[in-house]
């Protein structure tokens, strides 16, 4: 499993982050992604096997049990 913190604009402008984003994206991956955003950003979301999950101040709390369940499967 990879944990990246974060795809976002500035991440992108990096041909070499995003070849490595791109082949990590093949396993399990945990990432945090930025809200609105072309590009890379819209292809990683755009991805079949991607699940968003919103963080909100009232789920933040609760995240870590919610992010291990769907691992868990």
Known sequence: MFVIDEIGKMECFSAVFIAAATA???VPVSAT??????GFIAQVKARPD?????VTQENRGGMLE?????LLG
Do not use: S
């Open 33 to 38: 992604i930025a809200a609105k955003g072309g």
């Open 66 to 70: 919610n992010l291990a369940a769907r």
């Open 50 to 54: 991607v699940d968003l999950v919103t």
């Open 24 to 26: 990590a994206l093949d």
